[in-house]
């Protein structure tokens, strides 16, 4: 039998051998075991990182926590032995191996604890006392799977107190392996927990390219993408075989240009995190806020990292629990102690506490030792025990057969310490997945220490954090640093992306629309003809604001248009009551008639702007009215000047000539149709070829009330002022034929006040085109205009008709045929003689 054992332990040592010969310079040529197996009737077995790789350096060195754990597994053991509690007439043994945290050397050492191969080679045939009947073990995610792969085979219990990939949750591929740690899956839940409150929503996330980085950075991905936290930087790459550390300089510098990514999650073991950290030393990656895994959470080999690098990091640890007896223990365990533990010397060694040390060390104990994770493996022992106790109990056979031993200790379920439940789901995790939350804070001469600052559970989700801590954060902060590349859109703005889906910037909301909430969510329209407020939060019905009758404005206008068509209603009378007068025929009266006419209607302006609501049709309207009887007020104006311009060049002796085309009143009258019907024709092509349209402008009081102000715009200034340009240029014309025909014989002297007219028109525009533009605000405009209209058209009448009342009802005497015979006798005489001169 012992024979078949021996080919069998061979061919599996061959096959773990197959690809390269190990090298174990510093980690031993041979294996060394500790173990206390005397007078035992139960063993257990224990794999142990005791010391790692330290590529820096390309030497093993040893392990602080994996020598803690070593220590846990003997307390448990021997506390179990001495304790009433537990096991009755069995004494517990153990067997514990360094994987040196490598994987070929842990699986030799699970074959060599499940085989019964003891330390010394001989072969135990009749005797199965060196086969250990459950494993704590290994760290490791990646060591463990392979032990689990050979334990798996015989259905050996193995319980991992450090591993958490989320891999072994698959119990088909790994039926007997349990865990006292929360799988990476809790933990990735409390990282992204963390950010979240936070508020950071821009992070990077590094992870090392093995069965521990590979499970982590994909659940935790996974999660952050679920509550749409962004990603700047996210590498995965092998940090173990980046001898040169080309990659992890191209990561270093990636996350460097990242300036709004603050926070950076490192997914890796201890040892691959360490180099990559001292990495960002040497490129002097400062102020960046790291979250640390587990595996590196409360690790001493950050402090002798720069703080402007790591200071403020955060750590994710499971639950730190402090038990007084095992702390003791450690404490009572000196340089001067005798200890069968043979990796404790290499300790002693560091502290230079050694056989020959000249220092005093007594003062030096192993309580110094970083205090990581020896709850869990505490726990997994007790676990074994009590699941063999179970076992005993309905089996009385002997030895303990480990594939029945596996169902008793996955169902175990007992209060361990700190009163932390202890059991096992359906997958082997922990029923309950508590985590304390640890932070990197600078104490004095600038020296780093962890401090644990909050509690977390899957159970609330909820962070809890330690009332008297304060948190450090990077850059020696007392506040969070903000890490987004998207703003919190506060009420009133939209997100808006302009890098990628993930990122955006805060944009207001357009006008009438509106965003109420904070968020990122589209903003929504104003229905029903309300108006967003000033900070586009609330739709508000708005009050339109135009000119009103009942306004300030409006009455004014109303006024001044009443009074001066009164006026122009008395002159209307006057001359048709006094029609066969030379005063009234002098001047045209048809004409004169057809031009107070016009007036009437240009001081009914105001009926045209005094409105509610502004449409499109209406301002060509508008253009349309201005122009028209404006036209004829001042192109009957134009016809008078030129007839009588006309009339005393042809003849001095004052008489009309038969050769005289303007002497009749069929052409004056087409004269002014055409000037007028030009204008027309002028306004409706303009209007149709250059687009109006209804614009407004609104104004939000302090009490959040809406003003809003419908107007002509498009083009309609341009071609008002087109209007405005035409009539003006008939004015002009008209001034400067009145102005020739200022000493014509007529008794009132129409040529004169004609050219006076004239001039006060065109002032009264040119000075309207200065107020129309700097008008405040485009209610005003409106008013402008009617007020420049009425003031142009009543100066207007007043010169043009004033004198030509005066003499009706003041001064008849002058109003005859024979006065104006002597007035154009006068004119006659004083022209021939300056034309003999």
């Known amino acids: 039998m012992c024979r078949n054992y021996n080919i069998i332990f061979s061919l599996l040592l061959l096959i773990t051998k197959s690809s390269a010969d190990w090298d174990w310079i510093g980690c031993y040529n041979e294996s060394k075991e500790l173990y206390d197996t005397e007078n035992t009737t139960v063993i257990i077995g224990g794999i142990f990182p005791i010391h790692f790789w330290d590529q820096e350096n390309k030497k093993y060195v040893l392990n602080k926590p994996g020598l803690l754990w070593v220590e846990a597994m003997i307390f448990a053991i021997n506390e179990i032995n001495h304790s009433s509690s537990f096991l009755q007439k069995t004494k517990v043994g153990y067997r514990i191996h360094d994987s040196c945290n490598d994987i070929k050397k842990a699986m030799k050492s699970a074959l060599e604890l499940t085989q019964g191969f003891p330390p010394d080679g001989k072969c135990p045939c009749n005797s199965s006392i060196s086969k250990v009947v459950a494993v704590v073990g290994d760290a490791a995610s990646a060591t463990s799977a392979k032990v689990a792969a050979i334990l798996s085979s015989t259905v050996t219990t193995q319980i991992s107190y450090s591993a958490t990939s989320t891999d072994f949750n698959a119990k088909q591929a790994y039926p007997s392996f ?54 700047a930087v996210q590498e995965i790459y092998d940090v173990k075989s980046d001898v040169s550390d080309l990659l992890t300089i191209k990561v270093i510098e990636k996350i460097i240009q990242e300036e709004n990514a603050n926070v950076i999650v490192l997914w890796c073991q201890r040892p691959e995190a360490i180099r990559v950290l001292k990495k960002a030393e040497s490129l002097r990656l400062h102020n960046k806020t790291w979250i640390a895994t587990e595996t590196y959470g409360m690790s001493e080999n950050i402090y002798d990292i720069d703080p402007n690098v790591v200071r403020g990091m955060f750590g994710i640890v499971p639950s730190q629990v402090l038990y007084e007896p095992f702390e003791t223990m450690l404490k009572s365990i000196t340089p001067n102690t005798v200890n069968r533990n043979p990796w404790i010397q290499e300790y002693w060694r560091e502290k230079s506490c050694d056989k020959g040390s000249t220092i005093n060390c007594s003062s030096i104990n192993l309580s110094e030792l970083p205090k990581s994770k020896y709850a869990e493996v505490i726990h997994a022992v007790k676990s074994i025990i009590i699941g063999i106790q179970s076992y005993q109990k309905l089996n009385n056979t002997e030895p303990i057969k480990p594939k029945l031993l596996f169902p008793y200790v996955k169902n175990v379920s007992f209060t361990g310490l700190n009163n932390l439940t202890v059991s096992y789901d359906e997958q082997g995790n922990p029923v309950v997945a508590s985590y304390s939350i640890t932070n990197l804070k600078q104490i004095k001469n600038r020296k780093l220490k962890w401090q644990v600052i909050g509690s977390w559970n899957d159970k609330s ?267 003006s240029l008939i004015a002009l014309v008209c001034g400067v034929y009145a102005f020739k025909a200022r000493n014509i014989p007529e008794i009132y002297n129409e040529a004169r006040l004609t050219s006076l007219a004239m001039f006060v028109f065109l002032l009264s525009w040119l000075i309207f085109i200065p107020l129309y533009l700097s008008a405040n605000g485009e209610q005003q405009k409106p008013e402008i205009l009617c007020f420049v209209s009425f003031i142009s058209v009543i100066c207007f009448f007043l010169i043009m008709y004033a004198p030509k009342l005066y003499i009706v009802f003041f001064k008849a005497k002058e109003n005859t045929r024979g006065r104006f015979k002597v007035k154009i006798a006068e004119f006659t005489k004083i022209s021939n003689e300056f034309d003999r001169l």
Not at 201 to 227: H, M
Not at 531 to 551: D, F, G, H
Not at 628 to 634: D, E, G, Q
Not at 694 to 700: A, G, L, M, N, P
């Open 461 to 727: 989700r909820g962070i809890v954090l330690t009332s008297d801590s304060e948190i450090d954060y990077a850059g020696g902060s007392l506040k969070a640093p903000v890490s987004s590349c998207k703003e919190i859109c506060k009420p009133g703005f939209f997100a808006f992306s302009f890098q990628s889906s993930c990122c955006w910037k805060c944009v207001k909301c357009a006008n009438d629309s509106i965003q109420p909430k904070y968020g990122k969510s589209n903003c929504t329209p104003c229905t029903e003809n309300k108006r967003s407020n000033i900070n586009r939060t609330v739709c508000i019905q708005p009050e339109n604001l135009y000119m009103k009758a009942n306004s300030k404005e409006g009455v004014l206008l109303i006024t001044f248009s009443t009074i001066g068509f009164i006026f122009v209603l008395l002159a209307i009378w006057t001359f048709y009551k006094y029609k066969d007068t030379f005063v009234v025929k002098a001047s045209n009266r048809n004409l004169t008639l057809l031009q107070l006419v016009s007036i009437l209607f240009i001081l009914l302006l105001p009926l045209v702007y005094i409105h509610k609501e502004t449409e499109v049709y209406k301002c060509g309207g508008q253009l349309f009215y201005f122009v028209c009887f404006n036209s004829i007020a001042i192109s009957v104006n134009f016809t008078k000047a030129d007839r009588l311009l006309r009339i005393f060049k042809k003849s001095k002796s004052g008489r009309l000539t038969k050769c005289s085309i303007l002497k009749t009143n069929k052409v004056q009258f087409l004269t002014v149709a055409a000037l007028t019907f030009i204008g027309i024709v002028l306004s409706l092509v303009s209007f149709f070829s250059f687009p109006v349209q209804v614009s407004y402008t609104q104004k939000t009081l302090e009490n959040d009330k809406i003003l809003v102000v419908y107007y002509c715009g498009g083009y309609y200034d341009s071609i008002l002022f087109l209007m405005i340009g035409y009539v």
């Open 178 to 231: 349990l865990r006292t740690i929360p799988p990476d899956n809790m933990q990735a839940l409390l990282i992204v927990d963390l950010i979240i409150h936070n508020k950071w929503t821009y992070v990077s996330l590094i992870a090392c390219d093995d069965e521990y980085g590979r499970v982590g950075f994909s659940e935790l991905l996974q999660i952050l993408k679920e509550v749409e936290v962004c990603i």
